[in-house]
């Protein structure tokens, strides 16, 4: 529609002015929101990822199918990676998340309805993963369910948006207003024309006004006729008390992010990619968000794939959340012959600890202490000895 269409629109109806047909809808901005949320999830997935699910037996730990299966291949269609991505994904924007385990292999569950029970297990139907749908119902015990929250926080964070973003998205419009371009033209419009006057008037406004007004980086001229006039009221970028500046609306977008950050418990400046104090934004963020969602994983993988025996006598699946942040070797070097010296690593250990594989060599998981040591009885009984002799 052109401009003089859009003008009579509402100018011209019938030869009399009305304003009936001409409102105003608020846009909000959603794309703010979906990517505060989804630079969380991807950051909090990306970290998950990057952890060892550690399997032990009886107190040693092992690398057997179990370790296979959560560190490198859940299923024939995933790595553990892709794996853990989809898991974070459903768990934080449903507030839960079912896992099927079909044929010694791990699925996340697109889809599925939860029946409820209070004094026995609960059932889950109509499950659904990709493609494919199964005709059974399963039982608590045949899955891993995972449940993040007794609210789902996104459900809230949505609400909040509902009302916020409406405030962010008339600051926009408020802000393109202040900054467009705003004309008044002196004429008589309102009175009879001829064909020849009406068409004149058409291509004034749908020819020469739009590709002025439209004019980018080229020079653009218009002619106007005789008894029009053209004054400029657009604001020339200016703004006022009861104007919006692009730094305002800025503002507004870094509310939404830090609402979300909040909801995820991520630190804001590290959703923002801010590097002051990364050392501390980091153990904040391992300590708040990523250590209790690794603990949700732990308890339910161990209560789902090992017997209570089992687990008491030690053989059990720990995600590792230690080797996370990247240190310098150099950094370690102090801690790492300390730990070798008082018997709490072994050679092997050192190894890991370092991000390097292991020897396959008996005397490298030998545990050694240095000869300054002593136990405290001695020490005790030495210096009782020495006061009976004086």
Known sequence: MGLGDWFRGFLFKDGSLSLTDCSVDIFVEAYYKKLAVETCIDLIANTLSSCEFQTFEKGEETRKNNYYLFNVSPNQNQNASEFIHSLVNHLF??????????????????????IEYAMKENYYKNVQVGNFSFNKTFAESEVLHFKLNDKNILSTINSLYDSYGKVLSSAIDIYKRTNAKRFIVKGKFLKSHNEKEQQAAND????????????????????????????????????????????????????????????????????????????????????????PVANLLNAEFNRKIFTKDEYLARTYIKID????????????????????????????????M????????????????????????SVEESTSKGGEEK
């Open 93 to 114: 924007t449903d507030n839960e998340c079912l896992v099927i385990m079909q044929d010694d292999q791990l699925y996340v569950a697109d889809s599925y309805s939860t």
């Open 204 to 291: 004034l406004f749908n020819k020469q006004f739009k590709s002025w007004l439209e004019a980018d980086k080229a020079g653009s001229m218009m002619h106007l006729g005789e008894n029009l006039a053209l004054e400029d009221y657009s604001g020339n970028g200016k703004t006022g008390s009861n104007l919006t500046s692009s730094r305002d609306i800025k503002a507004l977008i870094d509310d939404i992010f830090d609402f979300v950050a909040m909801g995820f418990h991520v630190p804001k400046a590290m959703l923002k990619g801010d590097l002051a104090d990364i050392e501390k934004q980091t153990d904040n963020f391992l300590m708040f968000c990523i250590r």
């Open 321 to 352: 959340t230690s080797k996370i942040k990247i240190l310098d070797v150099v950094n370690l070097a102090t801690a790492a012959d300390k730990f070798f010296s008082i018997g709490v690593n072994s050679i092997n250990d050192n190894l890991r």
């Open 354 to 377: 370092l991000g390097r594989e292991s020897l396959n060599e008996e005397w490298a998981d030998k545990r050694f202490v240095t000869k300054n040591y002593q136990e405290v009885d």
